[in-house]
Nanobody
Framework: QAQLVESGGGLVQPGGSLRLSCTGSGIFIRFSTMAWYRQAPGKQRQLVATITSSSSTDYVDSVKGRFTISRDNAKNTVYLQMNNLRTEDTAVYYC??????WGQGTQVTVSS
């Protein structure tokens, strides 16, 4: 079954860091715009960061300077490095290929 598989979530204290990974299994990302979204309880899904096939990046204002999206096409993987995490970053994080293919999500909880 073709799918995107996220990993790297977990529980971290405020100010901590996590790196999320999204790997295509039967889905190839090399020529696609990839994105990370997140959904907090009771809230709509929010676009967090995007990276084009030429590695141009964009971020929602609330994560600029703290999160970095990157890609390794040889590994068919996209990453989201999250630094200086805040409690409001708590959410399920999803990766997406072109807004059409989605992973199952990985939980990120920022709490002391």
């Amino acid at each position: 079954q073709a799918q995107l598989v996220e990993s790297g979530g977990g529980l971290v204290q405020p100010g901590g860091s996590l790196r999320l990974s999204c790997t295509g299994s039967g889905i190839f990302i090399r020529f696609s715009t990839m994105a990370w979204y997140r959904q907090a309880p009771g809230k709509q899904r929010q676009l967090v960061a995007t990276i084009t096939s030429s590695s141009s990046t964009d971020y929602v204002d609330s994560v600029k300077g703290r999160f970095t999206i990157s890609r390794d096409n040889a590994k068919n993987t996209v990453y989201l490095q999250m630094n200086n995490l805040r409690t409001e970053d708590t959410a399920v994080y999803y990766c997406s290929k072109e807004g059409r293919d989605w992973g199952q999500g990985t939980q990120v909880t920022v709490s002391s």
